[in-house]
DNA sequence: ATAGGTTGGATAGTGGCACTCACCAATGAA
DNA sequence: TTCATTGGTGAGTGCCACTATCCAACCTAT
């Protein structure tokens, strides 16, 4: 397959594909001649999923290029290889450390303590989706909004029940290389998901109460 | 209060509120002289409100503007007020409509169907938040991962167990102006403190599973 | 009264990022 | 032998959230 097909049948222009060749989010070709390379199902394949990240799940294109690594880094194992995807998330800019944050940090810990989540407790802050946790907690107590362990709590254990079900799902498919990529998609591609449901929950929800 | 405690008491810099007073995010103070404004408390309110949707809920900042025009418009009842948050949503770029789309669609039917989601089912694409969520399971869909209403149904159930408690929480302040307000923030900045939940809860399950 | 700093407003510029265009020599089909 | 096509490269575009610089009006300390 040359370029030109892989454009075609990805919906991606040459332009673009050239780009993420250029930022190595996908890898060169076969070189068939000096000048001209080849590419197979797993170029597209590769580009449909650095696609999705990209334009689906807001992720720049530079950490679509770290965690695409991590994901074909044979060297790591399964758990770390899964974490890449989450590790290497964009944490937005650092809340600045006030009260709001001292509170939400003691809100988290509360929460973590008293589910019994003893590898998130344990490596603490040193975790992307903790400081993201506790920053995204300390924004909402800025505001004036309540969000303390009480009212996480619940939250809390539906997430949860999610990461089993999801991870079984994970598990069903053969290769690590394959339950790599779907957890990387899972977490990233299913997000979208989970805040469409939820929109549209609220929604349903405000118009059953208040009409229309 | 005037411009230069504003930026101390909210940690913005002067530069920015003023771009946000040119974008008409920020009401204009009032004037004490032909080149001099006061601002009060509300302003300083809104400020930050602003702030957390633009840096953490990654809203635009033209989005932010139709979002807080349509929170002050006293003329639309409560619903609409409270859904303008949903409405306004940037629903990025339209997927392309090809047979993972119409799955999706298949599916999110079904999803509705039997739940009984009255409201989405009869509105249907014409709300951002199902157009966002069809096109995010085709998405899913187009990778090869299955995404069908069996499988979202937990979730679906979850969410509406969510929105359910969450407007409940919102019930509870005395004003309309505060309902919606908090209506506003609930939807766009639960959704970080959600997705942090989830990601932790991922991180903690792998772990479990997997080891470190 | 006046010097010197501060204020709000306007205009233009910056930096980051995801592309996108224009061009090139090498290639391959007619 | 023609001539469009290919893959690679460097420069440019458009968007967007700021940010730097001016300016004249304003306040305040001497």
């Not at 000096?34 to 689906?56: G, M, P």
């Not at 993201?132 to 939250?155: E, I, K, Q, S």
Request: charged letters at 30%.
């Amino acid at each position: 397959m040359r370029l030109a097909e892989l454009s075609d049948r990805s919906g991606v222009s040459t332009a673009t594909i050239k780009y993420y060749l250029r930022e190595g989010v996908l890898p060169p070709g076969r070189r068939i001649t000096a000048t001209q390379a080849e590419y197979d199902e797993e170029h597209l394949r590769r580009l449909r999923l650095v696609r999705a990240l990209v334009q689906i799940a807001r992720v720049p294109v530079a950490t679509v290029r770290e965690v695409l690594a991590s994901v074909d880094d044979t060297s790591l194992n399964r758990t770390f290889r899964m974490g890449a995807a989450l590790w290497a998330l964009p944490g937005g800019p650092e809340p600045e450390d006030d009260d709001a944050l001292a509170a939400a940090r003691r809100e988290v810990d509360r929460l973590l303590e008293r589910d019994g989540w003893a590898h998130a407790r344990e490596i603490g802050e040193l975790s992307p989706a903790h400081r993201a946790l506790t920053g995204a907690v300390a924004t909402l107590l800025r505001l004036g909004y309540p969000c303390d362990a009480d009212l996480l709590a619940p939250y809390a254990r539906q997430v949860r029940q999610m990461a089993v079900q999801g991870l079984d799902d994970i598990e069903e498919f053969p290769t690590h290389l394959e339950q790599v990529e779907a957890a990387v998609a899972y977490t990233l591609l299913f997000e979208p998901v989970l805040l469409g449901l939820r929109r549209l929950a609220l929604e349903e929800e405000t118009v059953e109460r208040f009409g229309l």
